[in-house]
């Protein structure tokens, strides 16, 4: 058995991993590369392997840097069954719908504008492959082997996300683990991951392998920030991003109001994705902390605000509320209108609520910017800007080593990926020191024989 690195080899995204057997591929998650131009570009190169010899996709989760080049895949020819867990496999619905509109609007406008290299720019995949690829999807539950060729396939709990799992890979008498992204012990909404079997051999993320996450109560401190902006009148934006942050705000702010901790205000979920996946949180409530009755609270504490003219029309009402939208780095999104509207009065607070890549609005305001170009013109902005810390969704690299620590037996070697190239040899250096495990941290395209 052999594994080669396709993505996730030196970046914090594109994860793809392509194990072979006897003349069999296996690919475990199939992502878009994400960030930088010169990391985006990648997904426009032809896919390194021939798509039709893969045999079947496996998928960690849904995001997109799991999941998003699947409608490629299948336009470069891959006929085979993608294997995912049923929430896994619903989030991705609607997320690859999303990308695609996205990626058939992002060509319109350069078309429209004329600055694209290509004549005429065309998205990398469309809706329309978005929902043929979900015709070759196939679910299997937590704990449910599913055999694909030589390979057994196994999903376990790995909290991070609705339907997020590790899997674990058996072939001809051997085994291999991805941890895919691994969620935190004490997530306020999603279950603490499994515990890891012992396996031959490992891929661990390394998305926070040099970090710790900050001390202090993420609930007390938005309980502070909405406090004292309703004293003086003031509404609240939340960026947020629509898969598992938008919920954990929600899921805070209604403790907080049943708490008395703060006042009840209304509060208004814009973003039709957030509130698809609102409703993906309610019919999986088995699988997150919350519960049926949890999930039935969000759902009555919120104005669900799906269609453009009822979002335009929260401008108008100046009383104090909470508009929770995205985009959660405010790099698109319904937010932006928001900023627009309510960013340059002071009595307002903006809450950045996770982390803000560099070269975001997010970033910038947390730099503190007073001015934003949006739509092509500056917006004032004179509102408060506040941070809550402590909701990130990646255990920290001393999360990751106590769930790692407990396995039985080491494995013969750790392949460290999913990470910037200072947080993967971070963690390369901590498995080595710590537990004593050979470990290493693969480069792009680089192939190993598991043997």
Same mark, same amino acid.
């Given at each position: 058995?052999?594994?080669?690195?396709?993505?996730?080899?030196?970046?914090?995204?594109?994860?793809?991993?392509?194990?072979?057997?006897?003349?069999?591929?296996?690919?475990?998650?199939?992502?878009?590369?994400?960030?930088?131009?010169?990391?985006?570009?990648?997904?426009?190169?032809?896919?390194?392997?021939?798509?039709?010899?893969?045999?079947?996709?496996?998928?960690?989760?849904?995001?997109?840097?799991?999941?998003?080049?699947?409608?490629?895949?299948?336009?470069?020819?891959?006929?085979?069954?993608?294997?995912?867990?049923?929430?896994?496999?619903?989030?991705?619905?609607?997320?690859?719908?999303?990308?695609?509109?996205?990626?058939?609007?992002?060509?319109?406008?350069?078309?429209?504008?004329?600055?694209?290299?290509?004549?005429?720019?065309?998205?990398?995949?469309?809706?329309?492959?978005?929902?043929?690829?979900?015709?070759?999807?196939?679910?299997?539950?937590?704990?449910?082997?599913?055999?694909?060729?030589?390979?057994?396939?196994?999903?376990?709990?790995?909290?991070?996300?609705?339907?997020?799992?590790?899997?674990?890979?058996?072939?001809?008498?051997?085994? !291999?683990?991805?941890?895919?992204?691994?969620?935190?012990?004490?997530?306020?909404?999603?279950?603490?991951?499994?515990?890891?079997?012992?396996?031959?051999?490992?891929?661990?993320?390394?998305?926070?392998?040099?970090?710790?996450?900050?001390?202090?109560?993420?609930?007390?401190?938005?309980?502070?920030?909405?406090?004292?902006?309703?004293?003086?009148?003031?509404?609240?934006? /939340?960026?947020?991003?629509?898969?598992?942050?938008?919920?954990?705000?929600?899921?805070?702010?209604?403790?907080?109001?049943?708490?008395?901790?703060?006042?009840?205000?209304?509060?208004? /979920?814009?973003?039709?994705?957030?509130?698809?996946?609102?409703?993906?949180?309610?019919?999986?409530?088995?699988?997150?902390?919350?519960?049926?009755?949890?999930?039935?609270?969000?759902?009555?504490?919120?104005?669900?605000?799906?269609?453009?003219?009822?979002?335009?029309?929260?401008?108008? !009402?100046?009383?104090?509320?909470?508009?929770?939208?995205?985009?959660?780095?405010?790099?698109?999104?319904?937010?932006?209108?928001?900023?627009?509207?309510?960013?340059?009065?002071?009595?307002?607070?903006?809450?950045?609520?996770?982390?803000?890549?560099?070269?975001?609005?997010?970033?910038?305001?947390?730099?503190?910017?007073?001015?934003?170009?949006?739509?092509?013109?500056?917006?004032?902005?004179?509102?408060?800007?506040?941070?809550?810390?402590?909701?990130?969704?990646?255990?920290?690299?001393?999360?990751? /080593?106590?769930?790692?620590?407990?396995?039985?037996?080491?494995?013969?070697?750790?392949?460290?990926?999913?990470?910037?190239?200072?947080?993967?040899?971070?963690?390369?250096?901590?498995?080595?020191?710590?537990?004593?495990?050979?470990?290493?941290?693969?480069?792009?395209?680089?192939?190993?024989?598991?043997?």
């Amino acid at each position: 058995m052999k594994i080669k690195f396709l993505g996730a080899a030196g970046t914090v995204t594109g994860s793809r991993y392509l194990l072979s057997h006897e003349g069999c591929s296996l690919l475990i998650d199939c992502g878009l590369f994400q960030g930088v131009k010169n990391i985006r570009s990648r997904n426009w190169k032809p896919f390194p392997v021939a798509a039709n010899d893969i045999a079947a996709v496996v998928l960690t989760h849904a995001h997109l840097d799991h999941s998003g080049y699947l409608p490629r895949l299948m336009r470069e020819g891959f006929t085979g069954s993608v294997w995912a867990t049923p929430a896994t496999r619903e989030l991705v619905d609607i997320l690859l719908e999303d990308s695609a509109h996205l990626q058939e609007e992002d060509a319109r406008h350069a078309n429209r504008h004329g600055y694209s290299k290509h004549h005429p720019a065309e998205p990398l995949y469309t809706a329309d492959d978005a929902r043929r690829v979900m015709k070759q999807f196939r679910s299997a539950g937590f704990d449910e082997a599913v055999n694909i060729g030589p390979y057994r396939v196994t999903f376990a709990r790995a909290g991070h996300i609705l339907g997020a799992a590790s899997v674990r890979v058996d072939c001809a008498g051997r085994s !291999i683990t991805f941890s895919g992204d691994v969620g935190r012990p004490d997530d306020p909404v999603m279950h603490a991951p499994d515990r890891l079997a012992a396996s031959d051999w490992l891929v661990v993320e390394s998305t926070y392998g040099d970090r710790l996450h900050p001390e202090g109560d993420p609930c007390e401190a938005l309980a502070g920030i909405v406090s004292r902006t309703t004293a003086r009148g003031g509404t609240l934006l /939340l960026p947020s991003f629509a898969v598992g942050r938008a919920q954990t705000l929600m899921y805070l702010l209604s403790r907080l109001m049943d708490e008395h901790r703060i006042p009840e205000l209304p509060v208004f /979920l814009d973003s039709p994705m957030a509130i698809d996946v609102t409703g993906v949180f309610r019919r999986f409530h088995g699988e997150h902390r919350l519960g049926q009755d949890a999930c039935d609270r969000l759902h009555a504490m919120v104005t669900c605000t799906r269609k453009p003219e009822e979002s335009e029309a929260l401008a108008s !009402i100046r009383y104090p509320k909470i508009i929770i939208a995205g985009a959660g780095m405010l790099n698109g999104g319904r937010i932006l209108h928001h900023l627009i509207a309510f960013g340059g009065d002071p009595r307002n607070t903006v809450v950045i609520a996770g982390y803000q890549a560099e070269g975001t609005r997010g970033d910038a305001l947390l730099r503190g910017a007073r001015s934003l170009r949006i739509f092509g013109r500056d917006a004032a902005i004179h509102c408060e800007v506040a941070m809550v810390e402590g909701l990130s969704a990646h255990a920290d690299y001393r999360e990751m /080593l106590d769930w790692l620590k407990p396995v039985e037996r080491a494995p013969h070697r750790v392949f460290v990926t999913h990470g910037e190239p200072v947080a993967a040899d971070s963690l390369r250096q901590k498995l080595e020191h710590e537990l004593g495990w050979s470990a290493v941290v693969p480069e792009q395209d680089e192939e190993f024989e598991l043997a």
